[in-house]
């Protein structure tokens, strides 16, 4: 059976210049004093929306209806806020 011929593998070298232009990334600021008033808002109307559905949920007509949706709203506000957390500054 014919030997095969052995291949001589090339060195590698490095480039030595970069091709990539640097780009210069925009500092991001600090959040708006609004959006941190919303944040911070839409969390605190979310904990007084539960607190009020087990004190008076079923003196208020409108929560009487809701019936167990009241705590999806709540915790939904609660958690709406919670991920407009990740985006504060």
């Known amino acids: 059976m014919p ?31 609004v959006y ?14 539960l607190v009020v559905n087990y004190i008076a949920g079923e003196k208020i007509p409108l929560m009487a209806d809701l019936g167990n949706w009241n705590f999806a709203i709540g915790f939904a506000l609660m958690i709406a806020g919670l991920l407009m957390t990740m985006r504060w500054r």
């Open 36 to 49: 941190i008033a919303v944040m911070l808002g839409v969390m605190l109307i979310g904990l007084a929306w």
């Open 3 to 33: 030997k095969s011929k052995v291949r001589k593998k090339s060195v590698y070298t490095a480039p030595t210049t970069d091709r990539r232009t640097p780009v210069k990334v925009k500092q991001a600021g600090p959040s708006h004093p």
